[in-house]
């Protein structure tokens, strides 16, 4: 069993950067992939970006691409997410997720959430 909780969201202006954490506990966490997920206001929760359980892979949304960078610590149980360049779109939840089978999913394992709100 994995225990996720996220820190590190806020109020932003566009153009702004924020970094997410995701604190895991439990054993099995250098195991298992990784991922980021949103859900902003009225619209369904999305997929942001995935690391595998090495960090060697890593994906992201097209809308994410250049602007945002997953990484992993291992020995911390650590997740982040380096968010640059904001956007109003990324306003949302963002939860972080771990999967103990491959980026693809399915995670079982999720955090409270934590709120972004990027003002223009």
């Known amino acids: 069993q994995v225990q996720l909780v996220e820190s590190g969201g806020g109020l932003v202006q566009a153009g702004g950067s924020l970094r997410l954490s995701c604190a895991a506990s439990?054993?099995?966490?250098?195991?298992?992939?990784m991922g980021w997920f949103r859900q902003a206001p009225g619209k369904e929760r999305e997929s942001v970006a995935h690391?595998?359980?090495?960090?060697?892979?890593?994906s992201y949304v097209e809308s994410v691409k250049g602007r945002f960078t997953i990484s992993r610590d291992n020995a911390k149980k650590m997740v982040y997410l380096q968010m640059n360049s904001l956007r109003v779109e990324d306003t949302g939840v963002y939860y972080c997720?771990?999967?103990?089978?491959?980026?693809?999913?399915?995670?079982?394992?999720w955090g409270q959430g934590t709120q972004v709100t990027v003002s223009s």
């Open positions: 997720a771990g999967s103990p089978m491959t980026v693809a999913g399915p995670y079982d394992y």
């Open positions: 439990g054993r099995t966490f250098s195991s298992i992939a």
């Open positions: 690391i595998s359980w090495s960090g060697g892979s890593t």
